[in-house]
């Protein structure tokens, strides 16, 4: 069993920037891949930004240049610096883990959800 832990949500003004974090605790043989998604109210969950063990990243076309994902793999933390944030950017961020459990195990789970509100 696999837990994420996220941190690092509030309330900031439009321009603002917030870091948000991800620890990964318990049976993980490797990571494959960790990644943000967010959800507004009334509309589906979208991927935000993920990164890959090798670090090869992925972007939502809205957050490119504005947003940035980074892990730590020896700590099983993956970070994502939100700097120019705007109102649209008010959603819930999840946390979400693609990993092994053992070699031939491949799982995926997420966080419970930090509230990210911008605005004036």
């Known amino acids: 069993q696999v837990q994420l832990v996220e941190s690092g949500g509030g309330l900031v003004q439009p321009g603002g920037s917030l870091r948000l974090s991800c620890l990964a605790s318990?049976?993980?043989?490797?990571?494959?891949?960790m990644g943000w998604y967010r959800q507004a109210p009334g509309k589906q969950r979208e991927l935000v930004a993920a990164?890959?063990?090798?670090?090869?990243?992925n972007y939502a076309s809205s957050v490119k240049g504005r947003f940035t994902v980074s892990r730590d793999n020896a700590k099983n933390i993956v970070y994502l610096q939100m700097n120019s944030l705007k109102p649209e950017d008010t959603a819930v961020y999840y946390c979400?883990?693609?990993?092994?459990?053992?070699?031939?195990?491949?799982?995926?789970?997420w966080g419970q959800g930090t509230q990210v509100t911008v605005s004036s």
């Open positions: 979400n883990a693609d990993y092994q459990v053992v070699p031939t195990i491949r799982e995926n789970t």
């Open positions: 318990g049976t993980i043989f490797s990571i494959n891949a």
């Open positions: 990164i890959t063990s090798g670090g090869n990243t």
